[in-house]
């Protein structure tokens, strides 16, 4: 914080509800926690100061009331900071967004591939490469409305994201459950309709059309094949179809399992 000359040190005390306690020092979790400033920073800019990437904050109250993010501490402001409510509608107050995104769809930074490739099985639009510099992920998540899934907390302090999530999980199946949970995606689920390579759609396509690309033994033993619409990848219900769903399967059961509601006002 710096300080001006004449300028007495002003305090706002915030209290971070429920998961946003993850960003915080195991001390200060679940504490009311003094915040000294000077000037009138916004909510937002104090909010992160502490390590809180605004994408994971869904509600604001400064003295009781729903502020936005622009709003102006004052001397002696009490702030309430509050995670994605999952049990609660909370449209009659303060969204901090223009709008949700009504189509989930995701960018994974270069740490998330595997859960990128769960994605794409469960049928969701989720982009991926180890190549994505932050500027250039944070530029598209903006410009497709993408909602960015990292492991990285300082990604999303990028002023240009809206929408993201930091992926606690380093296991990519508890991964998975934990972003269905998040974004309560179980009822979107729409298995094997994108490719894994490149994230294509998948159509089904005559035997006819991909028979010359096919192994002799995958030729003779199937008649029902998909093909990408992308990459021209050809996909067929094999041994390996069965070993997916099954653990596509054990996955979402587990989801199914722990959607309870986490949080309480």
Known sequence: MTKHPGQRPRAATFRFYAELNDFLPA???????????????????????????????????????????????????RIAVYPVFESFDITPLVRLRESPLRHPRFVSDANLG????????????????NQY?????????????????????????????????WVRSDKPDEQVIEVLQRFQLERCVKPFSRCLDCNGRIHPVPKSSVSGSLEPGTRAHHDTFFQCSQCHRVYWRGSHYERML?????????????SEPRLTV
């Open 27 to 77: 001390h200060l979790a679940a504490e009311e926690i003094c915040y000294r400033f000077a000037g009138t920073p916004s909510v937002k800019d104090a909010i992160e100061a502490q390590g809180i990437p605004h994408t994971e904050v869904e509600l604001v109250l400064a003295n009781g009331a729903p502020v936005d993010f622009h709003h102006r501490l004052c001397d002696g402001d």
């Open 114 to 129: 595997k859960l990128a490739r769960w994605f794409r099985l469960l049928g969701f639009d989720t982009l991926y490469s």
């Open 133 to 165: 510099p932050d500027a250039e992920l944070a530029s598209l998540a903006c410009r497709e409305r993408r909602t960015v899934l990292t492991r990285d907390r300082q990604l999303l302090h990028h002023k240009a994201i809206t929408h993201g999530y």
């Open 246 to 258: 099954a653990r596509l399967e054990r996955v979402l059961d587990s989801a199914a399992a722990r």
